[in-house]
């Protein structure tokens, strides 16, 4: 898959620019194991990055411009470092966005020109978007001479993503596919970015099941499950819901109005879940990651309601086979992709099986797809 995606980007650049690129980006999406909705609680994650990248050849300019061609979109577009606002709609605007939160964080930039492709499915809930940041960040810091530094760089691509691209995550995603290492999953503790590096056992493969629906005005929904969240930690007078130990909830929770006390409860559980799993995945004791797993997604559906019909339903037709430790929502939710994992072995008949259980039940055909844990964002060579 990235081999294709190196030798189209690399082609293209030669016919678009004439002579080579002198290097190579690349940067992965992520699929989370397990933690949704807790990064930006301050609490923990389970991302691994994938083997899905947006893929960049590049060439230094002399002046102070970017010009890029999109494969996946057949568009070029270019803008002056310098330049300022309007912000329009687009791929392009990420690297931009990149741009300036590299400037405004006291990193002068360079101009370059070059082609980008992926593999990443938009709106997916594989963070395609933390893909294409990410690449840019790499392009950018190798174009300009800055030191890479996969944490301060994740945090600059969200602050891009935060304030010029205009979408309030968390810093999950553009952590992951900064620092991602090949066979691992990584605990990322969201609030001191401290990292810790845990090995997928061989025994299980890790499924991505999209369901094939995208999601809608998650925008609206994932901010108001942020406010929320937020309320519910003011009540407790804590920073966030990361700081409000369990017993403290469950003793006073009738304090809480029924929405936002399942939200809490949600974060509440999830971030136990996901530091029990990362200790339990590093003990290889993947059928326990998988009841884990099973369980966030009840947490995600009933107290978070960020779920589906779609997804619940692939992850009833994931659970329900036998090869299956565990399967859950992954992501933002509200459409997207489940995750599931699944005894090696038998990884290529559940993928079979499974998405022709959900065509039959949903009407849909999904894409469903072993996928192996990939490194974070990389320079590699032209030649
Ligand atoms: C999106 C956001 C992340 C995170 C997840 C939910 O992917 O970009 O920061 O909040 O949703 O876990």
Redesign the pocket.
């Known amino acids: 898959m990235s081999s294709e995606l190196r030798a189209r980007v690399v082609e293209e650049f030669r016919r678009r620019f004439g002579g080579e690129p002198s290097f190579l980006a690349r940067a992965p999406g992520r699929v989370?194991l397990i933690?949704?909705?807790?990064?930006?609680n301050d609490g923990f994650?389970l991302p691994m990055a994938i083997d899905r990248e947006v893929w960049f050849a590049v060439r230094a300019r002399d002046d102070r411009r970017v010009a890029v061609h999109s494969i996946d979109f057949d568009e070029d577009a270019s803008f002056a470092l310098d330049q300022g606002g309007p912000r329009r709609d687009g791929w392009v605007e990420y690297l931009r966005g990149v741009s300036w939160a590299l400037e405004q964080g006291g990193c002068p930039t360079r101009g370059w020109e070059g082609v980008a492709a992926g593999d990443v499915p938009l709106g997916a809930?594989l963070?395609s978007s933390?893909a294409l940041e990410l690449a840019a960040a790499r392009t950018f810091a190798a174009i300009s001479g800055i030191v890479w530094q996969p944490v301060a760089m994740a945090r600059l691509a969200q602050r891009a993503?935060n304030e010029w691209v205009g979408?309030n995550?968390?810093?999950?995603?553009q952590l992951i596919s900064a620092a991602g290492e090949a066979a691992h999953a990584l605990l990322i503790d969201c609030r001191s970015l401290e990292t810790r590096l845990v090995v997928v056992p061989d025994s299980a493969a890790v499924v991505v099941l999209d369901t094939g629906t995208r999601r809608g005005l998650v925008d609206s929904a994932?901010n108001e499950r942020r406010a929320q969240c937020e309320r519910a930690a003011r009540h407790f007078h804590v920073a966030a819901l990361r700081d409000l130990e369990s017993e403290t909830f469950q003793r006073r929770a009738a304090e809480l109005d029924p929405v936002t006390r399942k939200r809490a409860r949600h974060v509440i559980t999830e971030n136990a879940r996901t530091l029990e799993a990362a200790t339990l995945l590093e003990h290889g004791d993947v059928a326990a990651v998988g009841t884990l797993m099973n369980e966030s997604h009840v947490s995600l559906r009933d107290d978070f309601e960020v779920s589906r019909p779609e997804l619940d339903a692939m992850v009833d037709a994931a659970q329900r086979h036998g090869a299956c430790f565990g399967a859950r929502m992954t992501?933002?939710?509200f459409g997207g992709c489940a995750v599931a994992l699944v005894q090696h072995e038998s990884a290529a008949a559940f993928t079979r099986a499974v998405a022709d259980e959900y065509t039959r039940n949903v009407g849909l055909r999904p894409a469903v797809y072993v996928c192996s844990a990939s490194q974070g964002a990389s320079i590699e060579s032209a030649s």
Not at 35 to 40: L, R
């Open positions: 989370n933690g949704d909705h807790t990064d930006y994650v809930g963070s933390a993503e979408v995550c968390g810093i999950m995603d994932y992501g933002a939710g």
